[in-house]
């Protein structure tokens, strides 16, 4: 049994978390959520509670509880929990499903302006990460998306991987190359916006499939 963080961001493949949440503690392992703000436009919180009553901060950590009481004028005490930190030391793996085109992007550049970034950012790369992008095919195509994940891989050994491949063979280099990182890759379907083409999320026992990889094999050698 290992403690799994998942991390939550806005794509609409959010609604699938209750689901995902559902798989990974039937496969025994204890779960915390960390979510940004948009991510908790796609899920309600308290769907992941057992007693489906309140939202249990110690189960789904928001943004607010990153900073508590500070839009009534609270301060920080010496001695108070830091979330992010707290979250990165608790848990043996990070799962991000879904991963948006922003936080990608985010993770690429350093960027942490949240909490779930903020995990990122601290995160102790001796452990396994899972990332498990989503995104409309336009954003998926555009040239960024390759540049970031390259960049987010490099972060964790995958260098030299040449250039002018598709992407499967792409993601396939990066994970090979990685250390404790497997990107899940995306498939193709009709998208909610309509569209069909490459960037829904991959099936919720396809990301379970590759969290039990990791965890059984953290060098993440297929
Ligand atoms: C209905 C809706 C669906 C969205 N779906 C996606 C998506 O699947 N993938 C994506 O990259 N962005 C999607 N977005 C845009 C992100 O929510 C937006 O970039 C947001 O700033 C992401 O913030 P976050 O990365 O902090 O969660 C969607 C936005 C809306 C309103």
Known sequence: MSNVLLGVTGSVAAVKVPELANLIRAAGHDLKVVTTASGLYFFDPVELDPSRVVRNPE???TDADEWPGKDEGERYR???EVRHIELRRWADIFLVAPLDANTMGKFANGICDNCLTCVWRAWDSAKPVVLAPAMNTHMWDHPMTRRHLRCIAMDFG????PGLMEDDALIAQLNARGRNFRIVPPVT???????TG??????TTTILANLSEMLASPSGTP
């Open 198 to 203: 490459v960037g829904a999320m991959a099936d």
């Open 158 to 161: 995958a260098s030299h991987v």
């Open 59 to 61: 189960l789904v950590t």
């Open 78 to 80: 010496r001695g108070d």
């Open 189 to 195: 379907k009709r998208l909610a916006c309509g569209d």
